[in-house]
């Protein structure tokens, strides 16, 4: 079965800084690999997909993702981040054969000014 | 942008009673979800579904809960005879099809209260 895991409860980060948002995943086969984001009494949001190809994937509101197979990892990063990038992250995954998307615990995400 | 829709965006209800959470997904996508929120913490997923029937389904989704898609644009989930525990924040979503990389798409989800 797969599974994700975000060792981070909480990051911070001041303002301007890049940011890094670590994940792990554990599937059978080649995985695909998805990052959301969740602000306070909404949805999630999707933000950015892997599926095959480059390893650095870009998505929405300048983040993106690096995929390494070898350490099984897809992190989020951002090279500048904003007071507005505080919120409620989540890694997923999917395997080949399944429908369901399986999520990490979250991490939050919280930058200073 | 199309949006997934769900309605009450609050439910208070007594344990024991049966409550149904709806869902109108977008309109031309084809696979369904529901997934719970306990407290703001890990999103669990309850249930896919694809053409009236489901797809998978996770170790909590047991006889408690039941899912259709009465009328070709509502997909309801319903918990009979709810309990304490059932108390979370539950998320519609929908995707264009099964292939892997089709992203899900959410709804605002649904505080679900059992008193």
């Known amino acids: 079965a797969q599974s994700v895991a975000q060792p981070e409860d909480q990051v911070n980060v001041a303002e301007g800084n890049p940011l890094t948002v670590k994940c792990t995943y554990s599937?059978?086969?080649?995985?695909?690999l998805f990052w959301y984001v969740q602000y306070p009494n909404r949805g999630l949001q999707f933000l950015l997909k892997?599926?095959?190809?480059?390893?650095l994937v870009k998505g929405s509101y300048g983040f993106e993702a690096e995929f390494n197979k070898s350490q099984t990892s897809f992190h989020l990063k951002k090279p500048s981040a904003l007071v507005s990038d505080s919120a409620l992250y989540f890694c997923?995954?999917?395997?080949?054969?399944?429908?369901?998307?399986?999520f990490g615990k979250g991490t939050t995400l919280s930058v200073s000014s | 942008e199309p949006e997934v829709t769900q309605t009450p965006s609050h439910q208070v209800t007594q344990m024991g009673q049966e409550v149904i959470l709806r869902c109108v997904p977008i309109s031309n996508h084809l696979y369904f979800y529901w997934y719970r929120q306990i407290l703001g913490q890990k999103v669990e997923f309850l249930v896919s579904f694809y053409n009236n029937e489901i797809s998978e389904k996770s170790e909590i989704f047991d006889d408690q809960f039941s899912v259709e898609r009465p009328d070709g644009s509502n997909f309801t989930l319903k918990i009979r005879s709810t309990k304490l525990e059932d108390s979370a924040m539950y998320f519609c979503?929908?995707?264009?099809?099964?292939?892997?990389?089709?992203?899900?798409?959410f709804g605002n989800g649904t505080r679900l209260t059992v008193t």
């Open positions: 979503a929908s995707s264009e099809n099964r292939q892997g990389g089709s992203p899900l798409h």
């Open positions: 892997y599926i095959t190809g480059d390893n």
């Open positions: 599937v059978s086969g080649n995985p695909y």
């Open positions: 997923a995954v999917r395997d080949q054969a399944g429908t369901a998307l399986i």
